[in-house]
């Protein structure tokens, strides 16, 4: 696919908006890369350097330091979701309100997370399909109008699609198998329903317990672990904690 899906999304401040859904590799040939970098350091800088998180970091610490440097933490297999103010292919600068990346985890990194937690999960990351979420940001002067919240919920219904889809190939291709049998079975005569051949789907995220915790809580996710921090970590000002947090995301 060339270029990304795109969807009408809210209106915003009486406005009309654009959801736009990109692969790995549309997100790299984005044409507004410098726009969406600044844009997510300004979501960033709102939520960590100001009183919400008291002040955990200096305001010139940048979550992004690079144009490509999203894509490039990202991997091959990502998407990413930016809600704008105009078709992504417009060659003026477009508005941008909020954006948010998800990514499959692999699983040697499942069982580096399920090390980290010293306490029992109740997501068992290593026995399900998990994906990662990643730098959901929403323009300062619109939060707390939903953004934030259709976007995680985007995010899921992605992944069980992903899921969905690679599972029915799987199907298919097993179904292939059984056309040389005496019955001779074919793809059509085997039922398929939603979620065969897969594993259950879970997220995870992590971050400053001050700024994610009672958000993501609110949105169904469970804080599996809370890991004290030193001051001077990743540049922080003090001392703080990082929160992880999963989902099981029903099929």
């Known amino acids: 696919m060339d270029e990304p899906t795109t969807t009408t999304?809210?209106?915003?401040?009486?406005?009309p908006s654009i959801i736009a859904l990109l692969t790995?590799?549309?997100?790299?040939?984005?044409?507004?890369?410098?726009?969406?970098?600044?844009?997510?350091?300004?979501?960033?800088?709102?939520?960590?350097?100001g009183p919400a998180a008291n002040f955990l970091f200096p305001y010139d610490s940048p979550r992004l330091g690079r144009d490509n440097q999203l894509s490039d933490e990202l991997g091959p297999d990502a998407f990413t979701f930016i809600v704008s103010s105009m078709e992504l292919n417009n060659v003026d600068t477009p508005q941008l309100y909020a954006c948010v990346s998800g990514r499959p985890l692999a699983l040697k990194e499942t069982k580096v997370l399920h090390d980290m937690q010293r306490t029992k999960a109740p997501i068992d990351l290593e026995h399900y399909e998990?994906?990662?979420i990643k730098t959901l940001a929403v323009n300062p002067t619109i939060q707390r109008q939903g953004l934030g919240s259709l976007l995680v919920g985007l995010v899921e219904t992605e992944v069980v699609k992903r899921g969905v889809e690679t599972g029915l190939q799987g199907l298919k291709m097993k179904s292939q198998s059984f056309d040389s049998t005496p019955r001779g079975m074919t793809f059509e005569e085997i039922e398929i329903t939603d979620g065969a051949m897969r594993k259950p789907v879970a997220l995870a995220l992590s971050g400053c317990r001050e700024v994610i915790e009672a958000w993501y809580r609110g949105r169904g996710f469970v804080t599996t672990e809370i890991l004290p921090m030193r001051k001077g970590t990743g540049g922080t000002t003090r001392d703080w904690e990082i929160c992880f947090k999963q989902k099981d995301v029903k099929i």
């Open 9 to 15: 999304g809210p209106a915003i401040n009486g406005q």
């Open 24 to 49: 790995s590799e549309q997100l790299k040939k984005y044409p507004h890369l410098r726009a969406l970098r600044l844009f997510i350091n300004e979501a960033f800088e709102s939520n960590h350097s």
């Open 130 to 132: 998990a994906w990662e």
